[in-house]
């Protein structure tokens, strides 16, 4: 901004120096001009003077000589006297002290002229002693006189005038040299200072610079500390996971095993319960009857036996379903925990793979399944192989039932990506429940067939760790269909990058 | 069994140490059961003061080993007792929850003789021991050396 400022005013300077001097240089010119007008005002003035010097020469000559040469020197002179004079008003005109001069000595010049010619005339008519008297009363020496004493007067104010020109032009001169040097001197030092501030602004930048770069790889660094933070606190919950999910178990082996003592005590009692029973009743058993077989027992303690097993059956069954969650969970962080190693993968094949193995449920349910063209990609095999083997099956699994299955496995490459779908005419799925469907232990939906609600959330996970997207669009009653982006190339290090 | 083979249960978890015990019992192993809660417990009882476990000189013992403990990992028992001259040649019995592949590799690797996975199906988990007790009543057991 200053450095703008700067610039404008070196600028707006250079131009003032270069109007200055155009008006000085002007100013000079016109004063060499007044100099030079008056040096010829002051040659004129001689002239006249000589002018009429000459011609009262002329005339003199002419009385003591008579000869028609001096007759005719007379005439050029007396011929030139006035237009020099009038040349000399002319010039004069700005100064009306000189004006006032120049018209009276044209007067007095006119009269001396006339007083020539009388002389001259008498002198023709051969009257020369009238001519030397009229010389003689010397009216024609005081009218010469005054106007050398107009000339000289005229003379000193030229001189005067001159001198003061010359000061004029001399300070006019003087004036514009100043300009010009104390302009250029200014305008080096608005340079100077251009040049000292665009340095400086241009360390500015080079400091400025260096920070960005600075902060770039600071940034840069964090992002690195971050995404290991970041890692790391997946890796605690993985192990968080294993070790809760493991600790859970140890607690459920004794709840399980002293549920099955417990079964047992309980088949133990209601024994003795009975044989007591039999023993008071008034006519006993046969004494052969099968000690394991379920005991008779009438009334009460039927009702206390009926409890009490269903009391066990609840406790076993919730026991075998926490199990089953915490065999998930340990699945999933084992999982999670698998090296993935990338190797090239015929797509196709492997689908035709599960394909075949799900070949038995497939006839069962009447469902055909199409495997279209499909990209080959490099990734990880037994992670590719649990997502569409999961996908395929919950398309079996959820079919509408009473139509034949149509299941479709769709591939395509986009931009390093691979994309595939598995489209099935199933019974679709609400898309309030698109997002719940991925959460793990959820399911939606009628809940006519067995599962835990895991599958898809391992397949998401899986889709996750290999640097992948997975998506869901379904409605009800007309199918579902799972698309999953997958880089084409996946390796280790695309996957730390995505972390 | 041949000789009277004192069996060394450590095991934190009270219920799986009597569920086991019960369940060894139920298949007609009626030898001596000597159970730890804890790892140090069970390491100052198998290497004795000195730490040397020469004390053990003459006996026959069997371990059975939980990996999870609270105060020291059976894994680190494991190996102590493998590296140990007079206990090195006593049959180590991994009876634990876990089922992950490495830590089952990182036993057998150490030296263990046996790993069982503890069933949480109380059937299956009855069945394991009562096998492994059948096995307990065939097994000979060396004596530790001198």
Redesign the interface.
């Known amino acids: 901004m200053l450095q703008i400022a700067l610039l404008g005013i070196a600028f707006a300077v250079l131009v003032v120096i270069s109007i200055a001097s155009v008006y000085w240089l002007q100013r000079a010119r016109e004063d060499a001009a007044w100099v030079a007008h008056t040096l010829e005002v002051e040659n004129q003035i001689s002239l006249s003077l000589l002018q009429i010097r000459r011609a009262e020469s002329a005339e003199r000559g002419y009385l003591l000589t008579q000869e028609q040469g001096f007759l005719d020197d007379y005439e050029a002179a007396a011929g030139g006297i006035p237009p020099l004079l009038r040349t000399l008003q002319e010039q004069t005109r700005d100064n009306p002290e000189q004006q006032r001069a120049v018209i009276e000595i044209m007067a007095l010049a006119e009269a001396r002229l006339a007083q020539f010619r009388r002389v001259l005339e008498l002198g023709r008519d051969n009257k020369l002693d009238a001519a030397t008297e009229m010389i003689r009363v010397n009216a024609g020496r005081d009218t010469m006189n005054r106007i050398r004493t107009l000339s000289l007067e005229m003379s000193a104010e030229e001189q005067r005038l001159f001198r003061a020109r010359t000061t004029t032009a001399d300070r006019s001169q003087a004036l514009a040299a100043i300009v010009t040097t104390s302009g250029s001197g200014l305008v080096l030092l608005l340079a100077a200072i251009s040049i000292f501030l665009v340095r400086r602004s241009a360390a500015a930048r080079d400091e400025a610079e260096t920070r960005l770069r600075d902060s770039n790889l600071n940034l840069e660094s964090t992002v690195l500390e971050r995404t290991a933070d970041l890692r790391e606190a997946n890796d605690e919950i993985q192990r968080f996971a294993y070790i809760v999910s ?2 859970l ?6 709840i ?6 417990l079964e047992e005590l309980r088949g133990d009692i209601f024994r003795r319960i009975a044989t007591l029973e039999r023993a008071a009743s008034p006519n006993p058993m046969p004494e052969n009857a099968d000690n394991d077989a379920e005991p008779k027992l009438s009334g009460a303690d039927k009702q206390l036996s009926q409890d009490f097993t269903e009391a066990l059956g609840f406790i076993k069954s919730s ?2 379903k926490m ?1 089953r969650l915490i065999s998930a969970i340990l699945n999933l962080t ?1 999982e999670g925990r698998r090296e993935f190693k990338p190797v090239l993968i015929d797509t196709r094949e492997l689908i035709e793979g599960i394909v075949s193995t799900v070949a038995h449920q497939a006839a069962e349910a009447e469902a055909e399944i199409h495997i279209e063209p499909l990209p080959q990609i490099v990734s990880d095999r037994l992670a590719i192989e649990q997502i569409f083997s999961n996908l395929i099956d919950n398309a079996l699994k959820y079919l509408k039932n009473g139509v034949p299955g149509e299941i479709r496995v769709r591939g395509r490459q986009k931009l390093g990506f691979a994309i595939f779908e598995v489209a099935d005419n199933g019974r679709g799925i609400d898309p309030k429940d698109h997002q719940r469907i991925f959460d793990l232990f959820r399911r939606a939906g009628t809940q006519d067939r067995p599962g835990q609600g895991i599958g898809l959330a391992h397949v998401r996970a899986l889709v996750r760790r290999l640097g992948g997207t997975m998506t869901v669009s379904s409605e009800l009653g007309t199918g579902s269909t799972f698309t999953i982006t997958l880089p084409a190339k996946w390796s280790a290090a695309n996957r730390d990058s995505q972390a | 069994m041949s000789k009277p083979v004192t069996i060394i249960m450590i095991e934190d ?1 009270e ?2 140490a009597r ?1 086991i015990e ?1 369940n060894i019992r139920r298949s007609g192993v009626n030898n001596e059961i000597i159970p730890f809660t804890n790892g140090t417990a069970a390491l100052d009882y198998l290497f004795g003061p000195d730490g040397s476990g020469i004390e053990h000189k003459g006996q026959a013992l069997l371990i059975l080993l939980d990996l ?1 403990l609270p105060d020291t990992s059976g894994i680190d028992i494991l190996r102590r007792v493998k590296e140990n001259d007079h206990l090195k040649c006593t049959p180590v019995v991994v009876l634990t ?2 089922d ?1 592949a490495h830590e089952i590799k990182r036993c057998y690797e150490l030296g263990c003789n046996v790993y069982i996975t ?6 299956s ?2 069945n394991a021991i009562r096998q492994l007790g059948l096995f307990f009543s065939v097994i000979q057991v060396p004596e530790t050396i001198a």
Not at chain 2, 118 to 123: H, Q
Request: charged share 30%; aromatic share 8%.
């Open positions: 493991h600790d178990r140890s607690p459920l082996v004794n399980m095993g002293f549920t099955s003592e026991i075998a199990d084992r | 978890d219920g799986h569920l019960r999870n929850t876990t992950d503890k069933p949480v199906n109380y059937e988990f009855a």
